[in-house]
């Protein structure tokens, strides 16, 4: 478990969000459906579309051709993203008790969260021994083929 809290500004205030590599599967499942029902190979160009977290699913939409479906889910997404890392706010309001209590939230606060758990949101759909690292990549931390040694004498193995 990780003991460095992740602090992020939103109008208003700010959010402390839960760690990825912490949650529960119980927060992690919605997502885990909702990838699924995308597939892979969709998801994976609808990601490579998208220029940064802050890109909007409608900016996606239009550069890609994404249909109705793929736009709702995609919205879960957020939603369940959001509810998923949002541990608590510094904001005279409640935090949302469901994924369906988050399109309650104010607009602004909405869009900044969503900006800011779209950075993590990788994360929370792989499995233990991955990280995301700052640019947005997900990296298998378990595989030889992910750390390359310059001091080794040997080189890497090509096995």
């Known amino acids: 478990m990780s003991d460095t809290p992740i602090v992020v500004p939103i109008p208003g205030g700010s959010a402390k969000l839960r760690n990825p590599s912490d949650l529960p599967e119980r927060y992690r499942r919605p997502l885990k459906i909702i990838t699924t029902a995308l597939g892979g190979e969709r998801l994976q160009q609808i990601m490579d579309a998208a220029e940064g977290p802050e890109e909007s699913v409608n900016d996606v939409a239009e550069k ?3 249909d109705e479906r793929e736009i709702e889910l995609l919205l879960r997404m957020t939603d369940a993203s959001i509810y998923a890392l949002l541990d608590s706010w510094t904001l005279p309001l409640p935090i949302p008790t469901s994924v369906a209590a988050v399109q309650d939230m104010p607009g602004p606060v909405y869009d900044a969260l969503s900006e800011q758990t779209a950075k993590h949101a990788a994360a929370l759909m792989t499995g233990p021994g991955t990280e995301v690292t700052p640019a947005g990549d997900v990296v298998d931390t378990f595989t030889v083929d992910a750390i390359e040694d310059p ?6 193995s090509a096995a």
């Open 151 to 156: 001091a080794s004498p040997t080189g890497a």
């Open 64 to 66: 890609i051709g994404l």
